[in-house]
């Protein structure tokens, strides 16, 4: 399945990049032959947009529905893409406001931020806090008669603070705004448990995360109401509402998402996509999310051992988030003080475990394929490590 694997490694930063298994390197590698031998044409592009479009709407709403993968779904470049699209195709007031939260991933927030100095309304930052894990009351607490937008992060990249989307969504359409979720650090791990799709206006998510895709393409979700408010912001050959452009020669803008359609996707990333995709749903969101949480509880069994050092960087009462892969660990000195994590990411790095630095600590992201193995190697190191550091000066 894994196309790197041995005894003495672990990936643990699917949170920053997953890795590509070979059933999708494969494809790709089939994909580029038959590019090389010119053997492939219109037909077959078309038939893996579509599919991609087909197997997203499965794993959104947990079961097919042909007017959505149709209308209301499109290939992005990446996160920044879509929720760019999405911004600067919208039409502002200056007593707008967008809530929005200091920790969000910079896709998410400087595409707002440059909303507000171009159009002058305003930023609400909401009051979340880096060690709360569920941040929905600080949003609804900010909601008011302006509030245009809610932009939020589904799971929260730094150390896997989530929202409740059914009551995001629930206040957004009691006050007439917009619920805008950036999900690339939910979809292909956790299911966004969307019952009424048509009360969250955009899921956004690059694929190259937890959907096992690589980078340069992402998927996005419109809702008729966002649609119906948005301008295309970039213009092509499949913006328009008849793309036979002999037969049409200067044919309108689609109303439906192909007006956010300048020209097709990366033909590699889609095919990776794709395939990504088929496999998790054919695997089931709820068994990949349950060996997830099986590989995030070993991890942090193996770090509670340490709990005079090593701190999870959320609320003892949360200690494995249930929507979340992500694990984040802030370390101290002997005397108490905060331990910079530069070097225990480095000392895991020297050992084959490929983690991230977020929030002061150390990011540990494993993913359904993560196994024993590799569990097992991290509580070597970490014990290595930690009897290192002991034997010198705080």
Not at 138 to 164: D, M, R
Request: with cysteine; charged share 25%.
């Amino acid at each position: 399945m894994r196309s790197y694997k041995n005894s003495k490694s672990a990936y643990l930063n699917n949170a920053g990049q997953s890795l590509l298994l070979k059933q999708i390197k494969v494809k790709i590698q089939t994909w580029l032959d038959q590019t090389f031998k010119n053997k492939i044409n219109n037909n077959n592009i078309l038939e893996i947009i579509n599919g991609s479009k087909i197997e997203f709407t499965k794993l959104l709403l947990g079961e097919y529905n042909y007017e959505i993968a149709k209308n209301n779904i499109t290939l992005i470049n990446n996160t920044s893409t879509g929720l760019s699209a999405i911004a600067f195709g919208l039409e502002y007031k200056k007593r707008d406001n967008i809530l929005l939260s200091k920790y969000e991933f910079p896709s998410n927030r400087y595409v707002w931020e440059e909303v507000s100095k171009r159009h002058g309304c305003e930023i609400v930052y909401v009051d979340t806090s880096i060690e709360e894990i569920d941040w929905t009351e600080a949003y609804l607490k900010k909601i008011n008669k302006h509030t245009k937008i809610i932009a939020v992060s589904s799971v929260q990249y730094l150390q896997g603070s989530q929202v409740n989307l059914q009551k995001l969504s629930k206040a957004c359409v009691e006050n007439n705004c917009l619920l805008i979720v950036d999900a690339i650090q939910q979809i292909g791990a956790f299911s966004l448990c969307i019952n009424k799709p048509e009360n969250i206006d955009a899921v956004v998510a690059g694929s190259h995360k937890w959907l096992n895709g690589i980078s340069g393409l992402g998927i996005m979700y419109c809702s008729d109401k966002l649609l119906h408010r948005l301008n295309s912001t970039l213009v092509g050959w499949r913006s328009v509402k008849e793309i036979n452009f002999e037969k049409h020669p200067s044919p309108a803008i689609s109303k439906k998402i192909r007006k956010l359609e300048n020209g097709n996707p990366n033909l590699f990333g889609t095919v990776a996509l794709y395939e990504s995709l088929k496999m998790i749903n054919k695997i089931g969101i709820k068994n990949i999310s349950k060996k997830i949480l099986h590989n995030c509880n070993r991890i942090d069994k193996i770090m509670c051992l340490f709990s005079d050092r090593i701190k999870l960087l959320a609320p003892e009462t949360m200690r494995t988030p249930k929507l979340s892969g992500i694990l984040t660990y802030t370390l101290k000195n002997k005397n108490g003080s905060p331990k910079k994590p530069q070097d225990l990411y480095e000392y895991l790095l020297n050992n084959n475990i490929i983690t991230s630095i977020r929030a002061g600590g150390i990011r540990l992201s494993p993913h359904w394929y993560t196994d024993e193995s590799e569990i097992l190697h991290f509580e070597k190191i970490i014990i290595n490590y930690l009897q290192k550091i002991e034997k010198t000066k705080p």
